[in-house]
C-alpha cells in the first residue's frame, strides 16, 4: 500500500476509485465499503484510494472534543494495509481545508488530483465549507466532470454508526465479546515498556508497564484483562491491569501486563497488546497479601479462558 501524507503528494498513473471517511476503528461495517472498492478495482483498470483525515475533523472544528479513537493512525494503517487498499491519502485537517467550497473540493482535489473514475460514499454524506452540499450535489458534479457516484445504503451506513457506537459503549463497559465481534479483529493498543516501581515482581507477578503516546487512544474500562501480544515472532499471553493500582496508593493510570511463561527483557521495546476478554473490574484490598491472593485467582480465570480458545 502506497501512503500518502497530504492530498498534494499523491501521484498515479491510473484513474482512481475513491472512498473518504474518517474510518475509526476500521470494523466489520467500514470493511463491506472498503472490499467494494478493492473489487471494483480488481481488473487493475483502476487504483484503489482512500482518504482520511487527521487530526479527526472534531478535534479541528468542536473545541471542547474529547473524542477518544479507536486507532492511532499507524493502527489504521496497518489495518487498511491488511484489507488490500493499494493508496492511502492521509490529509491534515485544519480549519483553511474546512473552508473549501464543495466545487473546490471536487474540481481540485478529486478531479485534479485524484483523476477519479468513481467515488462511493454515504447518502447522508456532507461536503464542502459548512457541510452545505448533499449526495444529489455530488451526482450533479459527478456528471458535470466525467465521474461516477455509488451511493452506499441507508441499511449500510447504519450498520457502519451502531457498529462504532456498539464498540465505544462495549469498550466502556468491558464488554470485549461484543466489541471485538463489532471489529472483527481484537481491540489493540500499542505502546512502548517502561520501567516501574516493580512491585509487582516483589509479590510474584512481574509486570511489563505500557506507555501509549497517543493520548487520543481510546483506553477501555479499568479493570483485569486476558490479553496477548506477538513477542520475538511468538505469541504469548497474559493478564493486564488497567487502573490506579488503589491498593499501593497509585496516582496516576498504569497498564501493566503480566505474561504467562515469559522471563525476557521488555523495557523500551514497542509491544501491541489485544484484549480477548475482561475478568473483572479493579478493586482495593486491605492488604497486598490479599491483593496477592486475588491475583493468583485472576491468572487462574484466564488460563482457564485461553485454555479453551
Given at each position: 500500500m502506497k501512503i500518502f501524507n497530504s492530498i498534494n503528494d499523491f501521484s498515479s498513473n491510473k484513474k482512481t476509485i475513491l472512498t473518504l471517511g474518517t474510518f475509526d476503528g476500521v470494523h466489520?461495517?467500514?470493511?463491506?465499503?472498503?472490499?467494494?472498492?478493492?473489487?471494483?478495482?480488481?481488473?487493475?483498470?483502476?487504483?484503489?484510494?482512500?482518504?482520511?483525515f487527521f487530526p479527526h475533523p472534531r478535534m479541528v472544528l468542536q473545541e471542547q472534543s474529547d473524542i477518544k479513537l479507536l486507532n492511532t493512525i499507524s493502527e489504521k494503517i496497518e489495518l487498511l494495509e491488511n484489507?488490500?487498499?493499494?493508496?492511502?491519502v492521509i490529509h491534515p485537517f485544519d480549519e483553511k481545508f474546512s473552508r473549501l467550497t464543495a466545487e473546490e473540493f471536487v474540481s481540485t482535489i478529486l478531479v485534479d488530483q485524484f483523476h477519479i473514475h468513481k467515488i462511493i460514499i454515504g447518502h447522508d454524506h456532507r461536503f464542502g465549507r459548512n457541510r452545505t452540499a448533499n449526495i444529489d450535489n455530488l451526482?450533479?458534479?459527478?456528471?458535470?466532470?466525467?465521474?461516477?457516484?455509488?451511493?452506499?445504503?441507508?441499511?449500510?451506513?447504519?450498520?457502519?454508526?451502531v457498529s462504532s457506537t456498539k464498540i465505544r459503549k462495549a469498550?466502556?463497559?468491558?464488554?470485549?465479546?461484543?466489541?471485538?465481534?463489532?471489529?472483527?479483529?481484537?481491540?489493540?493498543?500499542?505502546?512502548?515498556?517502561?520501567?516501574?516501581?516493580?512491585?509487582?515482581?516483589?509479590?510474584?507477578?512481574?509486570?511489563?508497564n505500557l506507555k501509549i503516546k497517543e493520548s487520543y487512544k481510546l483506553v477501555p474500562?479499568?479493570?483485569?484483562?486476558?490479553?496477548?501480544?506477538?513477542?520475538?515472532?511468538?505469541?504469548?499471553?497474559g493478564m493486564m491491569n488497567i487502573g490506579y493500582n488503589p491498593t499501593v496508593g497509585g496516582q496516576d493510570l498504569s497498564i501493566e501486563v503480566h505474561y504467562f511463561n515469559f522471563?525476557?527483557?521488555?523495557?523500551?521495546?514497542?509491544?501491541?497488546?489485544?484484549?480477548?476478554?475482561?475478568?473483572?473490574?479493579?478493586?482495593?484490598?486491605?492488604?497486598?497479601?490479599?491483593?496477592?491472593?486475588?491475583?493468583?485467582?485472576?491468572?487462574?480465570?484466564?488460563?482457564?479462558?485461553?485454555?479453551?480458545?
Open positions: 466489520i461495517g467500514h470493511k463491506k465499503i472498503l472490499e467494494k472498492l478493492i473489487q471494483q478495482t480488481k481488473d487493475e483498470k483502476y487504483e484503489s484510494l482512500v482518504l482520511t484489507i488490500g487498499i493499494q493508496n492511502l451526482i450533479e458534479f459527478g456528471q458535470h466532470y466525467g465521474f461516477e457516484v455509488e451511493q452506499i445504503s441507508v441499511q449500510e451506513i447504519d450498520a457502519i454508526s469498550l466502556s463497559e468491558g464488554n470485549m465479546a461484543l466489541a471485538n465481534e463489532y471489529l472483527g479483529y481484537d481491540y489493540f493498543f500499542s505502546g512502548t515498556i517502561f520501567k516501574g516501581k516493580q512491585l509487582g515482581r516483589t509479590i510474584g507477578f512481574p509486570t511489563a474500562k479499568n479493570g483485569v484483562y486476558v490479553v496477548k501480544s506477538e513477542i520475538n515472532n511468538k505469541i504469548v499471553f522471563n525476557s527483557d521488555l523495557y523500551n521495546q514497542e509491544i501491541s497488546v489485544s484484549l480477548l476478554h475482561y475478568i473483572r473490574p479493579e478493586q482495593k484490598f486491605d492488604s497486598v497479601e490479599l491483593l496477592k491472593s486475588q491475583l493468583q485467582k485472576d491468572a487462574d480465570s484466564a488460563i482457564s479462558y485461553i485454555n479453551k480458545l
